[in-house]
């Protein structure tokens, strides 16, 4: 079961205005794949589509945001087969629809939508890093770059908040093959598609307090300039930070959050760790300087006045 990544991922929603706005300021292009629905795409061609929250075709909402949340994630995988695998390893207990391109549609054990299809994204590649550093200068007789929108490259992750944890973690990865690449043991799980690199592209987090939900989706960008420079512009923009910039200890990244009217938070991610089957996965104590290296809690703060931004 080769699942490659995050394809896709719809949001039931009733303010489509703002959360078009959204991710219009986000950085993704409008996509134009035919689907009837409002779409953008990171430069990988990773999907976000935006659906009215009562659109009885999408899995009910799943806990307490039903008018605006995350619906439905579609991981891609490589070939026809791996769908009939993952077919042949759902359809005991769970109801499977195929849907008209050969794409699989179900629901996980908490209610997410779960789908599978033969991967549309395409391989993508950030511009040359260049950096000067003592020894190493790639760039001479050049400027850095100013960045006023960042450009996602793809969709790393989507993190769901569970109560239950162990019984989502083993439909997860035992049942459907993803790898677990580091733990909070008895709180989260961060997990791997079989053939994708990135860090995770699921984690599945119980905070505790019989809490669930979808809490984020992270997309990476290409350069340390684009995590700034475009989450400036949605501050200039006026949304909201949820938490960031900052520094991941777990997957190396810096980051930065913003509450996003499509429901939870979308995360700007840069130098995220790249992993293999070679990756020791890892136990982490639950604390905070486990989750933040450092971080500001709500954005550049005054930092930003100087770049003539107030704020409200
Ligand atoms: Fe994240």
């Not at 908490?110 to 994204?121: K, P």
């Not at 604390?287 to 930003?304: H, R, S």
Request: hydrophobic fraction near 35%.
């Amino acid at each position: 079961m080769n699942h490659t990544g995050v394809d896709k991922l719809i949001y039931g929603v009733r303010d489509r205005d703002a959360a078009s706005r959204f991710w219009t300021d986000f950085g993704l292009e409008p996509d134009g794949g035919g689907s009837g629905h409002a779409a953008w795409c990171a430069a990988n061609g990773a999907t976000i589509e935006l659906r009215s929250a009562d659109d009885p075709d999408l899995p009910p909402p799943v806990g307490a945001d039903v008018d605006a949340t995350l619906r439905e994630v579609t991981f891609g995988v490589q070939a026809a087969a791996d769908i009939d695998a993952l077919e042949d390893a759902l359809s005991p207990d769970h109801e499977v629809r195929r849907d008209a391109e050969g794409g699989i549609r179900t629901t996980d054990p908490l209610g997410f939508g779960l789908a599978f299809r033969v991967t549309r994204n395409r391989p993508v590649a950030a511009p040359e890093q260049d950096v000067n550093v003592p020894g190493r200068a790639t760039r001479v007789n050049r400027r850095a770059p100013r960045v006023d929108r960042a450009r996602p490259l793809e969709v790393s992750h989507v993190v769901y908040v569970t109560d239950e944890l162990e019984a989502h973690k083993e439909f997860y990865v035992d049942r459907l093959g993803f790898r677990v690449t580091d733990m909070y043991p008895g709180r989260g799980y961060f997990t791997r598609c079989s053939a994708a690199h990135h860090h995770h592209n699921l984690f599945l987090l119980n905070p505790g307090g019989g809490k669930r939900g979808f809490h984020h989706v992270a997309f990476e960008v290409g350069t340390i300039h684009d995590l700034f420079g475009g989450g400036n512009n949605m501050t200039r923009q006026g949304w909201k930070t949820m938490l960031g910039p900052g520094r991941h200890p777990i997957s190396s990244c810096y980051f930065w959050y913003f509450h996003n009217p499509s429901g939870g938070a979308a995360e700007y991610d840069f130098d995220s760790d790249v992993v293999d089957d070679d990756w020791e996965a890892a136990t982490w104590e639950s604390k905070p300087e486990n989750f933040a290296e450092w971080c500001l809690a709500e954005g550049m703060g005054e930092a930003l006045l100087y770049d003539g931004i107030q704020r409200g």
